[in-house]
């Protein structure tokens, strides 16, 4: 790290500790140059993740958007507010420990019903409905036949 006063790049760590909000690190450095005292920051990098939709355009990840989405399926159904949070924290952990810079919305619905399925059956199928958009009633009982055959299988 390089000296603000006397640009050597030789400092020492004199106190380490977190920011308040737990998000970097502040380091008072010391000079072994000129002996003067400087404040570093240290954060981790967040790598942004783009999101690839079906229609081929892309944007930014936002965890909110599968909050919204949870919330809608989860509406009237004994599920709480930190499980909901739980869950998308989840999905978001998984998709940054992926390591991919693009995730498709495809892989982001499929680990949401993924986690919605143990969570809650009735809100499952909700998001399901919406996510795979079912086209007719058969389609919907082939979704409800592989639900009860996973349950079944247990």
């Known amino acids: 790290m390089k000296c603000r006063y006397c640009q050597c790049t030789d400092s020492r760590v004199v106190d380490s500790r977190p920011t308040e909000d737990g998000t970097a690190i502040r380091r008072r450095r010391e000079c072994t140059n ?3 005292r400087f404040t570093t ?9 783009i999101v690839v939709k079906r229609d081929g355009t892309r944007e930014n990840f936002d965890s909110s958007k599968i909050l919204r989405g949870v919330r809608k399926s989860c509406e009237k159904r004994p599920v709480s507010a930190a499980e909901m949070d739980a869950l998308v ?23 949401v019903m993924s986690k919605l399925k143990d969570l809650d059956e009735v809100a499952y199928v909700r998001f399901a409905s919406v996510y795979r958009s079912f086209k007719d009633i058969n389609t919907f009982m082939e979704e409800l ?3 009860l ?3 079944n299988a247990q």
Not at 92 to 100: D, G
């Open 34 to 36: 000129c002996g003067r």
């Open 41 to 49: 920051y240290e954060k981790v990098e967040e790598m942004p993740i």
């Open 89 to 111: 924290e989840d999905v978001e952990r998984e998709i940054n420990n992926s390591l991919e810079q693009e995730v498709t919305t495809i892989r982001i619905g499929e680990l």
């Open 145 to 147: 036949k592989l639900l």
């Open 149 to 151: 055959g996973d349950k």
